[in-house]
């Protein structure tokens, strides 16, 4: 599991297309079928440990979650903030108060550096 940021003092500028007052962070990048989900936890609220069917990002947008890979240990995690799991690694993810995540998974991901 790798801790990323994702909060604004880590993008960019967006200069393409005309933008104004717009960044980005590049988080991934990757080949194959890709599955996208918004999800929601209640307070106290988790997916169990299993192994990943693919690569995945784990992005909290809202509220305060928690990641844990293969060692078991969790890590809070705020918004702006999202881990990296490798394809078939086990992993769990929650949030004790409540939290809104985006999980992305894709067949071959790398995570940006």
């Known amino acids: 599991m790798r801790i990323l940021h994702f909060g604004p003092e880590t993008a960019q500028p967006i ?3 005309e933008s ?3 960044s980005s962070r590049e988080l991934g990048a990757g080949s ?24 995945q990002l784990f992005l ?10 293969g060692d078991g240990e969790r890590v809070s995690l705020e918004a702006g903030q999202g881990v990296f799991f490798e394809r078939g690694e086990e992993h769990e993810k929650g949030s004790e108060e409540g939290a809104v995540a985006i999980l992305v998974q894709v067949d071959e991901l790398q995570a940006a550096t």
Request: hydrophobic fraction near 40%; glycine fraction near 22%.
């Open 15 to 17: 200069e393409l297309f």
């Open 20 to 22: 104004l007052k717009a």
């Open 32 to 55: 194959g079928e890709v599955h996208v989900h918004g999800v929601h936890f209640e307070p106290g609220g988790k997916i169990g440990r299993h192994p990943t069917g693919f690569a």
């Open 60 to 69: 909290i947008v809202q509220g305060r979650g928690w990641a844990a890979g």
